[in-house]
């Protein structure tokens, strides 16, 4: 798996992003590429902004219980797996847009660094490793990426 707080990851993830068009064919699922970044965004806004409200109490708990494990462990995500309400995109987008947002993405975790992410919390987890934080972001953007065939 890259790790996206190396150069090397970063530069890979950029390359694939930037392999995508507006008419890239899925492989799987029913997001056209547009809805596909916006999707991957959220997992950024969730970790970089306060623009989602933490789930808390029993809700919380389940989270980090049944759905942690699945989301910052090294097993692949399922195709057409389900996702959390947030990241459904169903209107559409602007592909240039999404695009830009997230390789400004990236490149913020990236300048961030490791370090910065080690024992932070998370939106829906708790406190996360950097590792975990890598894998949970790594695994997700090489995904989806796989279901438009870079």
């Known amino acids: 798996m890259e790790n996206v707080f190396s150069t090397t990851g970063l ?15 899925r492989q799987w699922g ?5 809805q596909m ?27 980090k219980k049944f759905v942690k ?13 389900r996702t959390a309400p947030q990241f459904l995109v169903s209107d ?3 592909f240039e847009k999404e695009k830009a947002t997230l390789l400004t993405n990236i490149q913020k975790v990236y300048d961030l660094g490791a370090e910065y992410f080690d024992n932070r919390e998370s939106h829906s987890f708790g406190r996360l490793t950097s590792e975990e934080w890598n ?3 790594a695994k ?6 796989r279901q438009f065939g870079v």
């Open 11 to 25: 530069s890979t993830f950029q390359g694939r992003i930037n392999q995508l068009s507006p008419i890239s064919e």
């Open 92 to 94: 559409e987008r602007d």
């Open 30 to 34: 029913t997001m056209t590429p547009a």
């Open 140 to 145: 997700h953007l090489d995904h989806h990426l």
């Open 69 to 81: 494990q699945a989301v910052v462990g090294p097993k692949p995500f399922k195709k057409n797996g």
């Open 37 to 63: 970044l916006a999707h991957l965004n959220v997992a950024y806004d969730m970790a970089l902004t306060e623009k989602y409200t933490k789930p808390t109490g029993l809700k919380k708990w389940m989270l």
């Open 135 to 137: 894998v949970m972001f």
